[in-house]
């Protein structure tokens, strides 16, 4: 049977995985970087190549060698296992390559029932090793593994035993990547190898348990083929006999399930440790494990290569199908070590997604594909950002990175792009659990916060809402935790249209992250935004939500005032919708008597609020105006046009300006807010935006 049709019948299936160890141990949070970021999907491709999982190492010739699954590698006919000379860089576009040997030619044949698979390379002393293993024809099991020599460059190969590895046995190994030739080695007397036991991901038919653990070997660098030599980790600093491997201690257990309930028979409840790679950082002085599951990619990090292990990114791509082209995962991610900028921050990550399960409407990526990935090492700063309400700290800070728990389109660029026309979700497969959806953004500094402008994006039938428990969170040291003093500007904001601005202020609070977080709603449990604005205010911590419904004007449907708003006066009034007038959203409110332009009479746009009497209030707003009138902006009592409480003027004040006035409301429960000019009997126009009622 194939990789690809077993992995699309596994998923049909919906089969369960084994239960999770009695001892649940949840791998830690790392809080190395500030900032992590990978493309949603592969950015550079060698046409040519055909194949799945790829492990790599870099050899003293300064040329990748690298060893496929199911494909032809880069010519030839197809084999379930060749092995390759890749040249060329992912920054330039001149990435190409050369296959050398393929299946009887490096390897034994895989008894009955089985298939041959590479799981790790390792370049030392100017030999390859490869690392094979026999997985069942089901891929859901994992009985042995040998390794294989090579001394010129991959032209032939030799081995010491068909299975060095049997049973139980650490079977799934991949070499620790200690760059070209493995010259930055710490101990080169010594190869690292990590192991799984059983399996090389998540068994979907739970015919035998889930890997969760990670083992790790050193091994002297001339008997890597003698595994009586191998002596296997048992605890931080400690290592076993040389053979022994009973005593060895897992360097990493993580016993998290991803996607425990999913609505299609798609496969659910994941482990997280899989066949992977892990590879020296030098320029962050860091030990890096790529590993996936089904829908996402786990990344941890230590200090040495026994641990401590802690996870510094799950990267979410979210249930099947992938059948947008925005957003692609894979399996048997890599990060080769000769893709590492120097200062260890840029790297290219590369991984395969075959034409079966996610990738079933033509979305495959069966060949070798990269994408680029970012770290920024966390360094503590002090905030220094002022207040400023213009100020959207998503859009105007240096390396600020997106959110998401997944990005349903691969368009988490959205979030803060500033076209406010459009939309993503994070529609999943999931049946989301409370809290299962965010939005939000992370610096590689610390920055003042008190508002955030959740801008709604398209809602559907079956979701695109937030349903309830929507608040902002705040980070710091990669831990999150909610802000005080929150206020929304709408409690329905569950209800609230497609692409209106819901505000929510909170007490004054600084953070490296920020984020929307809440339960999703409909029968489809997701949430839809267009953007995400954050700042540090002048109406800051504690400030209430304002009375005024529609402030921004982004809730008109035409370009008549409509909803709470009205006009008053006999002239042209209503609202742009998307020409680019308005001081944020899309919309804004005007006055400008186009049918008269001589006109001397009042005109005005008016809302009437609620209020509670003797109270303290502020109007606030944002106007712009021709440079030939003196406008007004204030309160009327009750619903009265006529019955002054307070207002405030403005003279030609071109660019958008805010304007306030502060009143006691008095005995009155309800006033009448108004913004409008006397014609001075010549062309002239205002413009209205952002207009909000609170208390002080």
Same mark, same amino acid.
């Given at each position: 049977?194939?990789?690809?049709?077993?992995?699309?019948?596994?998923?049909?299936?919906?089969?369960?995985?084994?239960?999770?160890?009695?001892?649940?141990?949840?791998?830690?949070?790392?809080?190395?970087?500030?900032?992590?970021?990978?493309?949603?999907?592969?950015?550079?491709?060698?046409?040519?190549?055909?194949?799945?999982?790829?492990?790599?190492?870099?050899?003293?010739?300064?040329?990748?060698?690298?060893?496929?699954?199911?494909?032809?590698?880069?010519?030839?006919?197809? +084999?379930?296992?060749?092995?390759?000379?890749?040249?060329?860089?992912?920054?330039?576009? =001149?990435?190409? *390559? #050369? %296959?050398? !040997? &393929?299946?009887?030619?490096?390897?034994?044949?895989?008894?009955?029932?089985?298939?041959?698979?590479?799981?790790?390379?390792?370049?030392?002393?100017?030999?390859?090793?490869?690392?094979?293993?026999?997985? +069942?024809?089901?891929?859901?099991?994992?009985?042995?593994?040998?390794?294989?020599?090579? =001394?010129?460059? *991959? #032209? %032939?190969? !030799? &081995?010491?035993?068909?299975?060095?590895?049997?049973?139980?046995?650490?079977?799934?190994?991949?070499?620790?990547?200690?760059?070209?030739?493995?010259?930055?080695?710490?101990?080169?007397?010594?190869?690292?190898?990590?192991?799984?036991?059983?399996?090389?991901?998540?068994?979907?038919?739970?015919?035998?348990?889930?890997?969760?653990?990670?083992?790790?070997?050193?091994?002297?660098?001339?008997?890597?083929?003698?595994k009586s030599t191998w002596q296997w980790s048992t605890g931080l600093t400690t290592w076993g006999a040389a053979g022994d491997t009973s005593a060895r201690q897992p360097v990493l257990t993580d016993t998290t399930r991803r996607y425990p309930d999913v609505r299609s028979a798609n496969v659910e409840n994941m482990s997280t440790l899989s066949q992977g790679?892990?590879?020296?950082?030098?320029?962050?002085?860091?030990?890096?494990?790529?590993?996936?599951?089904?829908?996402?990619?786990?990344?941890?990090?230590?200090?040495?290569?026994?641990?401590?292990?802690?996870?510094?990114?799950?990267?979410?791509?979210?249930?099947?199908?992938?059948?947008?082209?925005?957003?692609?995962?894979?399996?048997?991610?890599?990060?080769?070590?000769?893709?590492?900028?120097?200062?260890?921050?840029?790297?290219?990550?590369?991984?395969?997604?075959?034409?079966c399960g996610g990738a079933a409407t033509g979305q495959a990526d069966y060949r070798?594909?990269?994408?680029?990935?970012?770290?920024?090492?966390?360094?503590?700063?002090?905030?220094?950002?002022?207040?400023?309400?213009?100020?959207?700290?998503?859009?105007?800070?240096?390396?600020?990175?997106?959110?998401?728990?997944?990005?349903?389109?691969?368009?988490?660029?959205?979030?803060?792009?500033?076209?406010?026309?459009?939309?993503?979700?994070?529609?999943?497969?999931?049946?989301?659990?409370?809290?299962?959806?965010?939005?939000?953004?992370?610096?590689?500094?610390?920055?003042?916060?008190n508002r955030v402008v959740l801008r709604t994006g398209t809602r559907f039938g079956d979701g695109g809402w937030f349903a309830s428990g929507l608040r902002v969170q705040v980070r710091n040291n990669n831990v999150w935790t909610n802000v005080s003093g929150q206020t929304i500007t709408s409690s329905t904001y569950s209800s609230a249209a497609g692409f209106t601005n819901v505000v929510i202020r909170f007490t004054d609070t600084t953070g490296d992250g920020v984020r929307v977080i809440g339960t999703a709603g409909g029968t489809q449990t997701f949430t839809s935004i267009s953007e995400l604005q954050v700042y540090y205010g002048t109406a800051g911590g504690n400030a209430p939500a304002s009375v005024v419904a529609d402030g921004g004007f982004e809730g008109q449907a035409t370009g008549s005032l409509s909803g709470a708003w009205r006009g008053q006066g006999p002239d042209a009034k209503g609202v742009d919708r998307g020409l680019g007038f308005q001081r944020t959203g899309l919309n804004n409110a005007w006055i400008h008597p186009t049918n008269n332009l001589a006109s001397t009479a009042w005109n005005a746009i008016l809302q009437t609020v609620t209020v509670q009497p003797n109270t303290n209030y502020v109007l606030r707003g944002w106007v712009q105006t021709s440079n030939n009138l003196t406008g007004y902006f204030g309160v009327r009592r009750g619903t009265s046009e006529t019955d002054l409480l307070a207002e405030t003027s403005f003279t030609d004040v071109g660019p958008w300006t805010p304007v306030s006035v502060s009143f006691n409301s008095g005995s009155q429960t309800q006033l009448t807010i108004f913004a409008g000019y006397w014609g001075p009997g010549s062309d002239a126009f205002l413009r209205l935006d952002d207009v909000e009622l609170t208390t002080p």
């Open positions: 049977m194939s990789f690809r049709f077993a992995t699309a019948v596994l998923a049909a299936a919906g089969l369960a995985t084994c239960a999770a160890p009695a001892a649940a141990q949840v791998a830690q949070v790392s809080n190395a970087f500030s900032t992590a970021w990978v493309e949603e999907k592969p950015s550079v491709h060698v046409a040519s190549s055909d194949g799945d999982l790829w492990p790599t190492c870099w050899s003293n010739d300064d040329n990748l060698y690298s060893s496929n699954g199911d494909g032809f590698g880069f010519s030839g006919a197809p +084999s379930d296992i060749a092995v390759s000379r890749i040249t060329g860089s992912p920054e330039n576009g =001149t990435l190409g *390559g #050369a %296959t050398l !040997t &393929r299946g009887d030619q490096i390897t034994r044949p895989a008894p009955s029932g089985y298939t041959r698979k590479p799981t790790g390379m390792v370049c030392v002393d100017g030999a390859l090793y490869l690392a094979v293993q026999d997985l +069942s024809g089901d891929f859901n099991r994992v009985d042995g593994a040998t390794i294989v020599k090579s =001394t010129n460059k *991959g #032209a %032939t190969w !030799t &081995r010491t035993s068909d299975r060095m590895f049997t049973g139980a046995e650490p079977s799934t190994i991949f070499f620790l990547d200690y760059g070209k030739d493995s010259a930055d080695n710490p101990t080169p007397a010594y190869v690292y190898a990590y192991a799984l036991e059983r399996n090389w991901r998540d068994s979907f038919s739970g015919v035998v348990a889930d890997p969760q653990s990670l083992f790790l070997a050193r091994i002297p660098k001339a008997s890597i083929q003698d790679h892990v590879v020296w950082n030098k320029g962050l002085q860091k030990y890096l494990y790529a590993s996936w599951t089904e829908y996402t990619w786990e990344f941890y990090e230590a200090p040495t290569p026994q641990g401590p292990w802690k996870r510094f990114l799950d990267k979410d791509f979210g249930g099947y199908p992938w059948s947008d082209g925005g957003k692609r995962g894979g399996y048997g991610t890599i990060i080769p070590s000769k893709f590492i900028s120097a200062d260890g921050r840029r790297m290219w990550v590369q991984s395969n997604v075959c034409d070798w594909s990269m994408r680029r990935m970012e770290l920024t090492p966390q360094v503590a700063t002090t905030p220094s950002n002022a207040r400023s309400d213009s100020n959207n700290l998503a859009r105007t800070t240096t390396g600020v990175r997106p959110l998401a728990r997944v990005a349903h389109f691969g368009n988490v660029g959205y979030l803060n792009d500033g076209q406010l026309d459009q939309s993503e979700d994070d529609w999943n497969d999931e049946v989301k659990p409370t809290d299962g959806s965010f939005w939000g953004y992370a610096w590689p500094r610390t920055y003042n916060l």
